[in-house]
């Protein structure tokens, strides 16, 4: 289950060109997000996982307005606050592909993260006890902490991503 072409240009406004590793022949959906800039990926990704849990869980599925401490509200058993990342790919010749940022557990019950790869969109989630763990020996920044991880480029699964990560399908597995 991917962000698909129709996903961004429903809630796309505009896109700008810039050089990337991107190519429309390797993923439409992943082209357009790379001539987005972060804002823009963020508002569509939010609003795409939004869509996809209302659709697999059959919950509704809020998400909430800009600068808000979280990205989404489900009501499930009672509502969850859920934060989405997304991530371009990065030159690993200056550190990890792929950079989630300003990750601020204290702020959502679920961490939903979107890696951009230049063949399309990985979604992977994890539960907020899950994320403190990953972040307790990580320096906190002002805005949160960061995880780094490196798909690989063969199978574009991700190299080192810790278990605590399941699939779109797998949410919201232990709520």
Same mark, same amino acid.
């Given at each position: &289950?991917?962000?698909? &072409? ?17 190519? =429309?022949? *390797?993923?439409?959906? @992943?082209?357009?997000?790379?001539? &987005?800039?972060? %804002? ?7 609003? @795409? ?5 209302? +659709? +697999?869980?059959? @919950?509704?599925?809020? %998400? ?10 489900? #009501? ?13 790919? +990065?030159? =690993?010749? *200056?550190?990890?592909?792929?950079? /989630? ?6 702020? /959502?019950?679920?961490? /939903?993260?979107?890696? %951009? ?9 994890? +539960? %907020?006890? #899950?994320? *403190? ?5 990580? *320096?906190?920044? !002002? &805005? ?14 991700? !190299?080192?991503? =810790?278990?605590? /990560? ?5 949410? =919201?597995?232990?709520?």
């Amino acid at each position: &289950m991917s962000i698909t &072409m129709r996903d961004i240009r429903r809630h796309s406004s505009k896109c700008e060109a810039k050089e990337s590793p991107y190519c =429309p022949k *390797k993923s439409k959906a @992943a082209y357009e997000f790379s001539l &987005m800039d972060r %804002v823009e990926r963020s508002n569509i990704t939010e609003k @795409a996982i939004a869509e996809k849990i209302e +659709h +697999h869980t059959g @919950a509704q599925a809020t %998400v909430t307005i800009h600068n808000y401490p979280w990205d989404i509200t489900v #009501d499930l058993d009672k509502p969850k606050r859920i934060e989405v990342k997304s991530s371009l790919y +990065h030159d =690993p010749n *200056k550190g990890s592909s792929y950079r /989630f940022v300003n990750i601020s557990p204290e702020h /959502f019950d679920y961490l /939903f993260i979107v890696f %951009v790869t230049p063949k399309g969109t990985i979604e992977k989630w994890a +539960h %907020v006890k #899950d994320v *403190k763990k990953l972040c307790k020996n990580r *320096k906190k920044h !002002a &805005m949160g902490y960061q995880l780094s991880y490196t798909l690989n480029s063969t199978n574009g699964r991700a !190299a080192a991503l =810790p278990e605590c /990560f399941h699939d779109m399908e797998d949410f =919201p597995y232990g709520n």
